[in-house]
């Protein structure tokens, strides 16, 4: 055997021991065994100069990296095991679970206040056997204004301007009204609709206004309707969503759109009813209405000498105000998990 090869696989056999012992992980290891017997590894490229010996060395050498191959498996398989050993006698301190951990627990969400209410408001409603009508929240001034009685040096459209939309007779509706001109105008009766949706205002924002809020409306257009009709909606209305004991008062009113015109409160249900901070000397109001005025029914297509109708109106938000005891209008609109939870 020359003194190259042997030396070679000196070198190569104290190289490879140190390297294993100081290998610290199996990946480590692995690496190692290719590096090291791989068929591009240092001992094959050793055993590949084994040809070029004479006969006699070539047996001796080939002997001698043969044992340095066994011996390098060995030192493999040795030092994986240790680590192996090492790694279950730390396994308490490096794979520890704490049996006694709480997580937070997860909170399932649920629908916002104002959802709330207006399901209750569809539900109300389609036990009196209405249905829900839906219309543009862009709207032209004649659905919004002129076809409701509202012409353009009406006082009323003083306090609802509303934000207009590029072209001059574009606007975002001020109110669901125009709802029920349309449905008049593509249905014929009997009508009996609710339009729930989002209305603008050009309102400055304070506890009880806001630039966006929601209305709901209602339509009755059919032979033979009352006031009375009317009346007995809304108690059945406001009963049902604030509680049978709530008493009901219905007082005069105007709007454009309607003839005779009423406004309904009920009673408070902070006070009941004797006065207090919340209310106007006991009572709530909680929507507009009044008996649609002929003009309006013309507009929509309908004929009032055979038919009549009413309509009322209430802001949802103020609904759910009432119904929650909720003071500011914009906690509806900030969505503060703390305000959303208690619903
Ligand atoms: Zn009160």
Redesign the pocket.
């Known amino acids: 055997m020359t003194q190259g090869v042997a030396g070679e696989l000196e070198r190569l056999r104290a190289s490879a021991r140190e390297r294993i012992e100081s290998a610290t992980d199996q990946k480590a290891l692995e690496g190692l065994r290719v590096s090291l017997l791989g068929k591009k590894g240092e001992l094959t490229t050793i055993l590949r100069q084994l040809g070029g010996l004479p006969a006699a060395d070539r047996a001796a050498a080939g002997a001698e990296a043969n044992q340095l191959k066994d011996e390098i498996f060995q030192w493999i398989t040795d030092r994986m095991g240790g680590l192996e050993a090492k790694r279950h006698t730390a396994l308490g301190d490096t794979e520890w679970v704490d049996l006694t951990f709480v997580p937070n627990p997860v909170r399932r969400g649920h629908l916002h206040p104002l959802t709330l209410i207006l399901r209750e408001v569809k539900a109300i409603f389609s036990r009196l056997g209405y249905e829900v009508a839906l219309g543009p929240q862009v709207e032209d001034e004649f659905h919004n204004f002129e076809a409701l009685n509202i012409p353009q040096d009406h006082p009323a459209r003083d306090t609802m301007d509303s934000f207009y939309v590029e072209a001059d007779d574009l606007l975002l509706r001020t109110h669901t009204s125009p709802v029920q001109i349309r449905f008049m105008q593509s249905h014929k009766p009997p009508i009996r609709i609710i339009a729930p949706g989002a209305v603008y205002r050009r309102d400055a924002t304070d506890p009880s206004h806001g630039s966006q809020f929601y209305q709901v409306e209602g339509l009755v257009v059919d032979h033979d309707i009352r006031l009375s009709d009317l009346k007995g909606t809304i108690e059945y209305f406001a009963r049902s969503l604030f509680g049978p004991e709530r008493r009901i008062r219905i007082v005069g009113d105007h709007f454009p759109f309607t003839e005779p015109s009423i406004g309904a409160a009920v009673s ?12 106007k000397g ?1 009572w ?1 109001e909680i929507l507009g209405a009044g008996m649609v005025h002929p003009q309006v029914l013309r507009n929509g297509g309908i004929d009032p000498e055979r038919y009549s109708g009413f309509a009322f109106g209430a802001g949802l938000d103020r609904l759910a105000m009432l119904k929650y005891n909720v003071t500011d209008l914009r906690l509806f609109l900030e969505n503060d998990v703390r305000f959303l939870r208690q619903f």
Do not use: A, E, Q, V
């Open positions: 408070c249900g902070i006070c009941g009813g004797i006065g207090c901070r919340s209310c006991g709530l």
